[in-house]
């Protein structure tokens, strides 16, 4: 089964920056997509950012501007460059891989705090 590995997490204050990273087993041409979700106690797990197979990439409005999903095709690596960051921000961020045959798979998740 693919495997995920996430790091970058932490604490942070407002207006500061994190890099996730995900790191996933497996080839990058069985990867149909790749997402960073979020989620905040009490609340949904959310759809962060994604970038599909095809170069085509999403984002939720509320990080729009301030995030950036990228991917190291060599690396099976996904990267979620977070600016700005704010404290409804903080969550528990979760990488998930979708394969080409339509399963999907999820990281452990990395704790995202940003605090004063």
């Known amino acids: 089964q693919v495997q995920l590995v996430e790091s970058g997490g932490g604490l942070v204050q407002p207006g500061g920056s994190l890099r996730l990273s995900c790191a996933a087993s497996?080839?990058?041409?069985?990867?149909?997509?790749m997402a960073w979700y979020r989620q905040a106690p009490g609340k949904q797990r959310e759809l962060v950012a994604s970038i599909i197979s095809g170069g085509r990439i999403n984002y939720a409005d509320s990080v729009k501007g301030r995030f950036t999903i990228s991917r190291d095709n060599t690396k099976n690596t996904v990267y979620l460059q977070m600016n700005s960051l704010k404290p409804e921000d903080t969550a528990v961020y979760y990488c998930k891989l979708r394969s080409v045959y339509g399963n999907e798979y999820w990281g452990q998740g990395t704790q995202v705090t940003v605090s004063s």
């Open positions: 497996g080839s990058m041409y069985a990867i149909n997509a």
